[in-house]
């Protein structure tokens, strides 16, 4: 008697735990189909983005597009504001500072037209999203040195870039005001956050026929400023209004 209630129980049993491997699977199945969907709809609506973008005029280089199809924005946002990621607008990071609108990083990258092999500096780098583009665009050839003056953003943002693995881009926990003068000449020199005035040791660290993006306070305003160094180290400036950005730290 003993033997058979035995037997009963191990069938039971196994019937049992036969039943839930199989509810286990599916579940499984379950959850991986609702994250693949998730990750389809993400980079459908980044697509949309982008498409928009091209479409009123403020992405048109190839390599500019690419590091925008490569580098999801979504990874450099914070938690709270996830679903927001594919707004065209600037979302909060902390600490007063943001995450810039979508169409101003087209618009500067498109101005700073860096290319493949060459010296970046990217001041202000916040979230780090900027700095992934820029190591998207410059390649392995090239390097991107990123400078962010709050420690808190400096290291939220060095996890985020260690998941890409970037081996073209250092970051460091500093001011830009005064540039970085141990990997100077750049040729490019981007600045996300608005000064008074030009930080004069920016346009000594750009190489002949270099660029520097920054946004200033001009006659109408927030300005994103086009710097242009010549062969024979003339400086020519072009100006864009209509822009706002968070205040250059002077430290």
């Known amino acids: 008697m003993k033997w058979r209630e035995l037997r009963r129980f191990y069938f039971c049993f196994g019937t049992a735990f036969y039943r839930l491997s199989l509810l286990y699977h ?3 199945f379950f959850a991986n189909a609702v994250k693949s969907v998730r990750v389809w709809l993400k980079k459908a609506v980044m697509k949309k983005l982008i498409a928009n973008l091209k479409k009123i005029g403020v992405l048109k280089t190839l390599s500019v597009i690419r590091a925008f199809e490569s580098v999801n924005r979504a990874d450099f946002v914070s938690e709270s504001f996830r679903d927001s990621a594919y707004e ?8 007063g500072q943001t995450i810039s609108q979508p169409y101003t990083v087209a618009f500067m990258l ?3 037209a860096a290319r493949t092999g060459q010296k970046v500096l990217d001041i202000g780098s916040g979230s780090g999203w ?7 665009i410059v390649g392995s050839k090239g390097h991107v040195w990123a400078l962010e003056i709050v420690p808190t953003l400096f290291e939220a943002a060095k996890q985020k870039l260690a998941k890409f693995n970037l081996k073209n881009a250092t970051l460091l926990n500093r001011s830009g005001w005064s540039g970085y003068d141990k990997e100077a000449p750049f040729d490019r020199i981007l600045v996300s956050a608005t000064g008074k005035t030009l930080p004069p040791r920016l346009i000594k660290q750009l190489s002949p026929e270099g660029r520097l993006v920054i946004p200033l ?3 109408s305003g927030q300005e994103i400023c086009l710097f242009e160094k010549t062969a024979e180290d003339r400086v020519a400036e072009t100006r864009y209004p209509g822009f706002i950005f968070v205040p250059l730290i002077n430290e």
């Not at 065209?88 to 600490?95: E, N, Q, T, V």
């Not at 900027?130 to 998207?136: D, I, Q, R, V, Y």
């Open 26 to 28: 599916k579940f499984r």
């Open 88 to 95: 065209d607008r600037p979302l909060p990071i902390g600490f």
């Open 110 to 112: 498109e101005l700073l």
């Open 130 to 136: 900027t700095t992934a583009l820029l190591a998207s």
């Open 217 to 219: 306070i001009g006659k």
